[in-house]
Nanobody, 124 residues
Framework: QVQLVESGGGLVQAGGSLRLSCAASGRTFSGYAMGWFRQAPGKEREFVAAISWSGGSTFYGDSVKGRFTISRDNAKTTVYLQMNSLKPEDTAVYYC?????????????????WGQGTQVTVSS
């Protein structure tokens, strides 16, 4: 199995930017599609973005389209989430996840491996 560790969270003012990283270790990184989800207090876990193994396909949740960009560096076994134009409603714990499934990347049950999460707080 694969182990995932997120980093890069923190406190930022509205309109600012952050880049999250998710470092994978363990079994080979090959073949995994990767996703980012977030969960705010009292809310359900929300799909943020996903990327195919090759990086050729990306998908985004409606609330982050045009502001967030997911990317990956397979040589470094790391996935990134560049977050721009941050809003207070982006405040949440952000989780990295991995899946070997070919479909359903927007749904959290599709992912078998999860990181511990990193807190992102956007102040107004």
């Amino acid at each position: 199995q694969v182990q995932l560790v997120e980093s890069g969270g923190g406190l930022v003012q509205a309109g600012g930017s952050l880049r999250l990283s998710c470092a994978a270790s363990g079994r080979t990184f090959s073949g995994y599609a990767m996703g980012w989800f977030r969960q705010a207090p009292g809310k359900e876990r929300e799909f943020v973005a996903a990327i195919s193994w090759s990086g050729g396909s990306t998908f985004y949740g409606d609330s982050v389209k045009g502001r967030f960009t997911i990317s990956r560096d397979n040589a470094k076994t790391t996935v990134y989430l560049q977050m721009n134009s941050l809003k207070p409603e982006d405040t949440a714990v952000y989780y990295c996840a991995a899946t070997l499934m070919d479909t359903g990347w927007g749904s959290s049950p599709s992912y078998a491996w999860w990181g511990q999460g990193t807190q992102v707080t956007v102040s107004s």
